[in-house]
């Protein structure tokens, strides 16, 4: 049974913008907190941003000022905004629900496929 749906990337020139979408079934979003990951080519996965049940929210220093993350309790759904891109931001992006514990979150979930996001310089 799919669990999470990632979509929503694509290919953009730097400084442009993209919005991530992360549909999860009732019982995942149901977890505390929902966060975006990416992995770029020959890199370990990385935590982008999480948020949680109540808004909490926090980002990697890479991306804060730039990405903002929300979610939709009505319709199990998170999001990431992405503005200023950059070619470092190049990375298949995941995401997954978890419970977090201060700045850090203990996925709970299978992978999705993930959405690939490209930055051309």
């Known amino acids: 049974q799919v669990q999470l749906v990632e979509s929503g990337g694509g290919l953009v020139q730097a400084g442009g913008s993209l919005r991530l979408s992360c549909v999860a079934s009732?019982?995942?979003?149901?977890?505390?907190?929902m966060g975006w990951y990416r992995q770029a080519p020959g890199k370990q996965r990385e935590l982008v941003a999480f948020?949680?049940?109540?808004?909490?929210?926090n980002y990697a220093d890479s991306v804060k000022g730039r990405f903002t993350i929300s979610r939709d309790n009505t319709k199990n759904t998170a999001y990431l905004q992405m503005n200023s891109l950059k070619p470092e931001d190049t990375a298949v992006y995941y995401c997954n629900a978890g419970v977090v514990t201060g700045a850090t979150m203990t996925v709970m979930t299978n992978w999705g496929q993930g959405t690939q996001v490209t930055v051309s310089s």
């Open positions: 948020i949680t049940r109540s808004g909490g929210t």
């Open positions: 009732r019982i995942v979003f149901s977890i505390d907190a």
